[in-house]
T-cell receptor, first 114, second 110 residues
Framework: GAGVSQSPSNKVTEKGKDVELRCDPISGHTALYWYRQSLGQGLEFLIY????????KSGLPSDRFSAERTGGSVSTLTIQRTQQEDSAVYLCASSHGGGGTEAFFGQGTRLTVV | DAKTTQPTSMDCAEGRAANLPCNHSTISGNEYVYWYRQIHSQGPQYIIHGLKNNETNEMASLIITEDRKSSTLILPHATLRDTAVYYCIVPPSSARQLTFGSGTQLTVLP
């Protein structure tokens, strides 16, 4: 595709359930980022992948959050035992390199935990 | 890290130039200035970046002062669709991710 694709676009889940959010980055981009944005708030960094390097997980808020990037392409963000405070828009971005090079964002997944 | 300071909000009349300032007084010599914007309910969008020379693209111009301690993003003919939060970011050269601050809410008025 031409841009970063995220699925699903909307997800409603019950408290305590696990969810998986998917990100398809732009082909050839080595860097992939996950952010989340709560209603009316700024963007909160979650995790960063760059090529084959160990991911930077410094932004993950708890051990209920994890992410994988398979084959240097598609990434999945998993939230276990979801809580209401996990409700937010989860945004994925990719770029040719890290450190602030031009990043392209997807439209996000709106997660609502009820 | 080079901290950035932006006004919380600005208004601009449609068709006029929108000039969005950013202070980054602790910027280091090899750190770039990036601008992104986020239109309501959309993901952030890259606008422009620069090191020390002024830059222009189809979206905007970036003017960086000679001492590099501040910059201005210029939207030459603002339209209603330019209403968004504009983020000025100076990622450290060692950084691996973009850190977004609060940005400036630009409202273009008809």
């Amino acid at each position: 595709g031409a841009g970063v694709s995220q699925s699903p676009s909307n997800k409603v889940t019950e408290k305590g359930k696990d969810v998986e959010l998917r990100c398809d980055p732009i082909s050839g981009h080595t860097a992939l980022y996950w952010y989340r944005q709560s209603l009316g708030q700024g963007l909160e960094f979650l995790i960063y992948f760059q090529g084959n390097s160990a991911p930077d997980k410094s932004g993950l808020p708890s051990d209920r959050f994890s992410a994988e990037r398979t084959g240097g392409s598609v990434s999945t963000l998993t939230i276990q035992r979801t809580q209401q405070e996990d409700s937010a828009v989860y945004l994925c971005a990719s770029s040719h390199g890290g450190g602030g090079t031009e990043a392209f964002f997807g439209q996000g997944t709106r997660l609502t935990v009820v | 890290d080079a901290k950035t300071t932006q006004p919380t909000s600005m208004d601009c009349a449609e068709g006029r130039a929108a000039n969005l300032p950013c202070n980054h007084s602790t910027i280091s010599g090899n750190e770039y200035v990036y601008w992104y914007r986020q239109i309501h309910s959309q993901g952030p969008q890259y606008i422009i970046h620069g090191l020390k020379n002024n830059e222009t693209n189809e979206m905007a111009s970036l003017i960086i002062t000679e001492d590099r301690k501040s910059s201005t993003l210029i939207l030459p003919h603002a339209t209603l669709r330019d209403t968004a939060v504009y983020y000025c970011i100076v990622p450290p050269s060692s950084a691996r991710q973009l850190t977004f601050g609060s940005g400036t809410q630009l409202t273009v008025l008809p």
